[in-house]
């Protein structure tokens, strides 16, 4: 079973860059599909980024599609979302999620899931 801790949120100007980083605390994320959701106040929880557990293969909100970027280590330890331009839309608590073997865009195909790591972008 795997353990997930997020670090990186903060609190950046729009057109800023942020990376967000999610370890597997007590395993790696070897065989796991891994995502990152994200939910904003008043919100529901909304797909982000995903990464197939081959790590051959993501995709992404359309939201965010050509700005963010999710990728894995080679040591399968930690998992990344770089994010890039920024705006006050993408204010949320981001969440890194992952499953053994499949992956998905619903929040309720995930098993495992971190505390969660706030972004406040500011106009």
Same mark, same amino acid.
């Given at each position: 079973?795997?353990?997930?801790?997020?670090?990186? $949120?903060?609190?950046?100007?729009?057109? /800023?860059? %942020?990376?967000? &980083?999610?370890?597997? #605390?007590?395993?790696?994320? !070897?065989?796991?599909?891994?995502?990152?959701?994200?939910?904003?106040? $008043?919100?529901?929880?909304?797909?982000? /980024?995903? %990464?197939?557990? &081959?790590?051959?293969? #993501?995709?992404?909100?359309? !939201?965010?599609?050509?700005?963010?970027?999710?990728?894995?280590?080679?040591?399968?330890?930690?998992?990344?979302?770089?994010?890039?331009?920024?705006?006050?839309?993408?204010?949320?608590?981001?969440?890194?999620?992952?499953?053994?073997?499949?992956?998905?865009?619903?929040?309720?195909?995930?098993?495992?899931?971190?505390?969660?790591?706030?972004?406040?972008?500011?106009?």
């Amino acid at each position: 079973q795997v353990q997930l801790v997020e670090s990186g $949120g903060g609190v950046v100007q729009a057109g /800023a860059s %942020l990376r967000l &980083s999610c370890v597997a #605390s007590g395993g790696t994320f !070897s065989g796991y599909a891994v995502a990152w959701f994200r939910q904003a106040p $008043g919100k529901e929880r909304e797909f982000v /980024a995903a %990464l197939t557990s &081959s790590a051959t293969s #993501s995709y992404y909100a359309n !939201s965010v599609d050509g700005r963010f970027t999710i990728s894995r280590d080679n040591a399968n330890i930690t998992v990344y979302l770089q994010m890039v331009s920024l705006n006050a839309e993408d204010t949320a608590v981001y969440y890194c999620a992952a499953d053994k073997d499949r992956s998905g865009t619903a929040p309720s195909w995930y098993d495992y899931w971190g505390q969660g790591a706030q972004v406040t972008v500011s106009s």
